[in-house]
């Protein structure tokens, strides 16, 4: 069963029929029959971007139609799991940044190995390990 990551954007146009891309979200919704993953993350974007009192109920309802369906999987917020996004998204910024390259291209680099260097050349005062 194919499983694809479902991010903040997605869950924006899924519910909001004024987004250019809902026809695409809602099309899509209907058509995938594998499994989504999302986070609790993507979840407070959600929120917080339908947080206007007209929105609310939809919010509600999104998430629990979400914590309900066996076919969705949200992976539970986490420090660690905090902290490493961060470091990756740090590094990738730097990278960018002391190379003089795009975020996108800096993803294909070996971050393991950039990340060490480049956190100490930016003094981002991040540990690299995690």
Request: charged share 25%.
């Amino acid at each position: 069963m194919k499983l694809v990551f479902a991010d903040t954007g997605f869950y924006i146009a899924f519910v909001n029929p004024r987004d250019l891309l809902h026809p695409r979200s809602q099309d899509f919704s209907r058509r995938f029959t594998g499994r989504l993953l999302t986070t609790e993350y993507v979840s407070i974007e959600v929120g917080n971007f339908l947080s206007r009192s007209r929105d609310r109920e939809l919010f509600v309802g999104l998430t629990k139609s979400l914590r309900s369906d066996p076919n969705t999987i949200i992976v539970p917020g986490d420090h660690v799991l905090y902290e490493q996004g961060l470091n990756l998204r740090f590094t990738l910024v730097c990278l960018a940044h002391l190379e003089g390259i795009r975020c996108t291209r800096a993803a294909s680099y070996n971050v393991e190995r950039q990340t060490r260097r480049v956190l100490s050349q930016c003094g981002a005062g991040l540990d690299a390990r995690t």
